[in-house]
């Protein structure tokens, strides 16, 4: 079936460093994905969100970059923070009126 | 703006009763989905709402339903609760276009004993 998944349910990164954070999508009609942050004991905050007539979509710390050839999405964040430490997930639109999220990636910001 | 509301904000039921969930989108939002997030599925699809009618459904049982109000307030009620239904239920609303973000609210924690 349709699914939307992340590598590395885990990813610990030093404060300072870039993080990347993976997805892969399952299916090629998805045109357009988002990356949302969610913080212990709080709903998804949106992050970035990208079309799939663009390759690379930047915001303030974050870069979103989509491969459509090999359906991959990452996020990146740079300079990571302390306060970067959630769990991110990415979702892709397969159809109308349709979202399906990945799993998430739990990001340890370690000091 | 304010943001997506959610109430309650915890709950705790017992096996076998219903409970109600309440969610207020951002003003001018028209379209209120509703998610199921447990740690071992994740965030899943139960339904979405827009102008009063359901438009899209996830493959939940007919126990959970919903509704929306004309401010475009949604509820969402869960009958005949079961132990594997704890879990946190989160609402989301968007205005019109179905390519357009969904923005969260903090979700309703639900505990069934």
């Known amino acids: 079936g349709e699914s939307v998944g992340l590598h590395l349910p885990t990813l610990s990164v030093q404060e300072g460093d870039n993080s990347i954070i993976n997805c892969a999508y399952s299916n090629s009609a998805s045109d357009y994905f988002i990356w949302y942050k969610q913080e212990s004991g709080k709903g998804p905050q949106f992050i970035i969100d990208?079309?799939?007539?663009?390759d690379k979509r930047q915001g303030q710390r974050v870069t979103v970059l989509l491969n459509k050839t090999v359906k991959h999405l990452s996020l990146q964040i740079a300079a990571t923070q302390p306060g970067d430490s959630a769990v991110y997930f990415c979702a892709e639109t397969p159809g109308t009126y349709k979202y399906i999220f990945g799993t998430g990636t739990r990001l340890k910001v370690l000091a | 703006k304010a943001g997506v509301t959610q109430t309650p904000r915890y709950l705790i039921k017992t096996r076998g009763q219903q409970v109600t969930l309440s969610c207020s989108p951002i003003?001018?939002?028209?379209?209120v989905s509703w998610y199921q997030q447990t740690p071992g599925q994740g965030l899943q699809f139960l339904f979405e709402?827009?102008?009063?009618?359901?438009?899209n459904k996830g493959n939940f049982p007919g126990r959970f339903s919903g509704r929306q109000f004309s401010n475009s307030r949604s509820e969402m009620n869960v009958s005949t609760l079961e132990l594997g239904d704890s879990a946190l239920y989160l609402c989301?609303?968007?205005?019109?276009?179905?390519?357009?973000?969904?923005?969260f609210g903090p979700g309703t924690r639900l505990l069934v004993l």
């Open positions: 709402y827009f102008s009063e009618t359901q438009r």
């Open positions: 003003s001018g939002h028209r379209s």
């Open positions: 990208i079309r799939s007539n663009m």
């Open positions: 989301a609303s968007r205005s019109n276009s179905d390519q357009e973000t969904q923005y």
